[in-house]
């Protein structure tokens, strides 16, 4: 979630071969738009996190939802990008199935 503070990220979980699902949405009065994005969190050695999933959204409090099949079991963040500055709260929400 966030809101004043929007570099906030939530953390889980992947398991490798299930169905993994970011639900995201974000409200702006101004409709401006933001971008999610899904990373290992896996520590390794050249210390980069890489990107598992991301998207565009629409901050219009529509919630949006974008799945991949896991390629590994492990630690997660998602995190926005971009949010327009007009924006007042968000969320993201992982799941696996």
Do not use: H
Not at 1 to 9: H, R, S
Not at 29 to 50: C, H, I, M, Q, Y
Not at 73 to 86: E, K, M, Y
Request: charged share 20%; glycine share 10%.
């Amino acid at each position: 979630m966030f809101g004043v503070d929007q570099a906030d990220v939530v953390s889980g979980d992947a398991v490798e071969g299930l169905t993994l699902e970011a639900r995201v949405a974000c409200l702006d009065p101004e409709k401006g738009a933001a971008w999610f994005e899904v990373l290992d969190a896996r520590v390794d050695s050249t210390g980069e996190l890489n990107s598992v999933m991301s998207g565009r959204l629409e901050c219009d409090g529509t919630e949006i939802i974008v799945a991949t099949t896991a390629p590994f079991s492990g630690p997660l963040q998602i995190t926005f990008r971009q949010v327009p500055p007009s924006a007042v709260e968000g969320y993201a929400i992982l799941t696996n199935d």
